[in-house]
Structure formats: C-alpha cells, structure tokens
T-cell receptor
Framework: LAKTTQPISMDSYEGQEVNITCSHN???????ITWYQQFPSQGPRFIIQGYKTKVTNEVASLFIPADRKSSTLSLPRVSLSDTAVYYC?????????????FGKGTRLHILP | EPEVTQTPSHQVTQMGQEVILRCVPI?????FYWYRQILGQKVEFLVS????????KSEIFDDQFSVERPDGSNFTLKIRSTKLEDSAMYFCASSGTGINEKLFFGSGTQLSVL
C-alpha cells in the first residue's frame, strides 16, 4: 500500500478556495486516489476518486499530475460546514484482498 | 442515499465483559469492514470480510475480536473480554462489487469500557 503524506492542519476563510495536497511517491500503476471527509463523531464520507488528470464532482475537484506522485483536493468557496478532517487514500481494492488504511488526515478549519 | 446502520450508538461496559456491536450494511454490498477511532486519533483498520470470511485483519484484531455475518443482513463485531484501551468509536463500512468502489460508513458505536 502506498504511504501518503498530508499537512496535519490548514486554516482558511469562508468563501475561499482550499487546496489540500497529498504526496504518494510510491504509488503503484493500478492504484487509485480517493479522498474522504470526516466530521466529528461521524464516519468518514467519500468525496472524490481519480486515477489521473482531473476529476470534478458537485463537491470538489481532484487534480493529479502526470507522474501521479501527488494529488490535490480542491474545495471551491468553502463554508464553515467544510470544517472537517480530510483523508487521502491510495490503493487498489480487489475483491477479497483489501485493507484500506487511513492516514492521519488534514484537519481543515474554516474561519468566518 | 442508502445507509449503513449501526447499533447501539453508545455502549458502556465493564472491563472484562463481552460486547457485540451490530451493523446492517447496505443490502447489495458484498464487502464489509470494521474500523475504530480513539478520540482525537486517526481511523484505524480492524478487519475486512468478504464471502463469509475474513479477508484482511490488522494487528489490533487479535483473538479477543471476532466478526460474524449471522443472517445475511447483519454484520457484527464481538469483543470477548473488553479492556480499557478498547474504548473508542467503532465504525462499520460496506462497499459494492466493483474494484475501487467507495466505502459507505455507518455513524458509529461509541464504546466506553469502565
């Protein structure tokens, strides 16, 4: 499983765009990159997943450079409710062979 | 959106007692997981379960832990003899049949061992 490195914490202000970068230098060819969000006392919630280039959904965008050794989660125009821990996961889940490991995540604190 | 349901939301027990945490995964999912999170710490993988058997487990998941899918809908985690350090939030998760399908997590059971 590829090890990931993220900033421990970040602060931003309401209405700003927030970019959280994750390093995964030993990502394998078949590995996907997945981001989850966790609010206090709740289970993690899937945000976005990608393999290469750019993926966008209604919540976020995910930018993955050509070498795939890092990825950036972009949250447009954040609000106070985006205060949460964001986890970057790298790996390939195969049927009957999965051990999906969460790192320490990035604690994002949105200020008014 | 479909949900993973966990019961109870809170469980208080005495050290040395057995506890069973219950989960109802999403109905057409085939992969099931237990994670735990000690207050203020990261989400820790315990075990994954597929085709009625454990597929992966962590070093945390020792002989005191067991999992079961007794009736095709419930997925349980049993801790035989609880220790103080088992106090944590326990999350159940499930996912579908495809490669890289996302995990759906329940809202957790807060276990307090006294």
């Amino acid at each position: 499983l590829a090890k990931t490195t993220q900033p421990i914490s970040m602060d931003s202000y309401e209405g700003q765009e927030v970019n959280i970068t994750c390093s995964h230098n030993n990502i394998a060819t078949n590995d996907y990159i997945t981001w989850y969000q966790q609010f206090p006392s709740q289970g993690p919630r899937f945000i976005i997943q990608g393999y290469k280039t750019k993926v966008t959904n209604e919540v976020a965008s995910l930018f993955i450079p050509a070498d795939r050794k890092s990825s950036t989660l972009s949250l447009p125009r954040v609000s106070l409710s985006d205060t949460a821990v964001y986890y970057c996961l790298v790996g390939l889940r195969r049927g009957g062979d999965d051990k999906i490991i969460f790192g320490k995540g990035t604690r994002l604190h949105i200020l008014p | 959106e479909p949900e993973v349901t966990q019961t109870p939301s809170h469980q208080v027990t005495q050290m040395g007692q057995e506890v069973i945490l219950r989960c109802v995964p999403i109905s057409n999912h085939l992969y099931f997981y237990w994670y735990r999170q000690i207050l203020g710490q990261k989400v820790e993988f315990l075990v994954s379960f597929y085709n009625n058997e454990i597929s992966e487990k962590s070093e945390i998941f020792d002989d005191q832990f067991s999992v079961e899918r007794p009736d095709g809908s419930n997925f349980t985690l049993k801790i035989r003899s609880t220790k103080l350090e088992d106090s944590a939030m326990y999350f159940c998760a499930s996912s579908g049949t495809g490669i890289n399908e996302k995990l759906f997590f329940g809202s957790g059971t807060q276990l307090s061992v006294l």
